[in-house]
């Protein structure tokens, strides 16, 4: 028998494309002075949200997936601006997501898919989304992303200010050794079902140190030790119900304290808080500014899917004929329902402050009323 016909390995693999080491593409492509001090500022903020020695609320907005460069930067220059005029009361950071977790096939993201026609070129989708991170870096803008591939982080993560565990990864052990050597906080989603105990234990492992296989910044395999992150904390997404609710906050809060882990929660205003329904993320946003204004310093963070268009519209044969700023993945609300949104809870969170209420619409309760539709 030939040693050919007695092959027990890579049975199934088509081929080995080489990937260029992360150390090259820092090379190739490096980061700025400039992008350097917006992602260090930038992390140190949240951390301090986190830890609540920074009293404004954080706002992890933009799209619900990156496809298209020229409109991310479009509307990083649109958030940025939007960002300087509200951060007495807010901090606010851009969704810029490079990979996207699918439940069977689909359009994986930029890194993988970056021409969105199956060709997977992840070479070329690295060094697109190291790129556009340091171009919304460089304006000042701090960037957010999920990390779904392990080694992707490597390539990427300098660039980052605040990172996402999915819902469907953040009982993977993978992620969890991958989130305790991440340089910045990681926030893990709860489950589907919208059971809490697995992103708690999350917390607990990303903030152990970890041992697990990886790579290097020279892309060699190794074994990476990590310290643990202490920035772990816990994001609400809803389940078979929406949890965004005072009574949801206050158990997430109780299960939060048993284990002695960050007291501070991030609200998903998407996914299944808002049914599915973009439309709903306002109605969302609002309950949650709501419960700030109540005193509720519990809730530290509220996330937005949002595109320059509302709506999604489904990724064709031609990609060249999709639509300008509608997402191709989940459906966003626009620019302006975004900006309505913000700006609002910015008038009502420094009224509340200063105790002014000045000529501002008050409902009955006391709460400023939220004039948007989506």
């Not at 601006?81 to 969704?95: D, G, K, P, Q, W």
Request: some cysteine.
């Amino acid at each position: 028998m030939s040693p050919e016909m007695q092959r027990t390995y890579d049975v199934r693999v088509k081929e080995f494309v080489p990937l260029l080491p992360p150390q090259a593409l820092k090379e190739e492509i490096p980061i700025s002075w400039t992008a350097g001090d917006t992602v260090i500022a930038g992390r140190k903020a949240i951390e301090r949200i986190l830890h609540k020695e920074d009293p404004r609320l954080l706002v992890i907005t933009g799209p619900c997936s990156i496809h298209n460069e020229e409109e991310a930067l479009e509307y990083a220059e649109r958030l940025n601006a939007l960002r300087e005029a509200v951060s007495e009361t807010l901090c606010i950071v851009m969704r810029v997501y490079f990979e996207k977790p699918r439940t069977n096939v689909g359009w994986k993201g930029m890194i993988n898919d970056p021409y969105m026609d199956g060709s997977c070129d992840i070479v070329e989708g690295l060094r697109r989304a190291r790129r556009l991170l340091l171009k919304i870096t460089e304006m000042g803008m701090p960037t957010a992303t999920e990390m779904l591939d392990p080694i992707s982080p490597q390539y990427i993560a300098g660039l980052v200010c605040w990172s996402a565990i999915g819902a469907r990864t953040t009982e993977s052990q993978t992620h969890r050794e991958m989130a305790s050597g991440l340089s910045m906080p990681v926030g893990f989603k709860n489950c589907t079902d919208g059971g809490l105990t697995t992103a708690v234990n999350a917390m607990i492992a990303a903030g152990s140190p970890q041992s697990f296989l990886g790579i290097d910044a020279d892309g060699r395999s190794a074994v990476v030790k990590t310290t643990g992150n202490q920035y772990a904390h816990i994001v609400l997404r809803g389940g078979r119900r929406p949890n965004y609710d005072s009574v949801s906050i206050r158990e997430a809060v109780d299960q939060l304290r048993a284990k002695n882990l960050l007291e501070a929660i991030i609200v998903d205003c998407s996914h299944a808080n808002s049914s599915k329904k973009y439309q709903n993320q306002a109605r969302v946003w609002q309950d949650c500014i709501n419960q700030r204004l109540d005193g509720n310093d519990a809730i530290v963070g509220l996330m937005l899917e949002s595109n320059l268009r509302e709506g999604n519209q489904k990724l064709t044969d031609d990609p060249c004929r999709l639509a300008y700023g509608v997402s191709i993945t989940d459906a966003c609300i626009s620019w302006e329902t975004t900006e309505a949104l913000i700006r609002s809870a910015h008038e009502q969170l420094l009224r509340s402050r200063r105790g002014n209420s000045g000529d501002a619409a008050l409902s009955g309760n006391g709460r400023y009323k939220v004039a948007v539709t989506a």
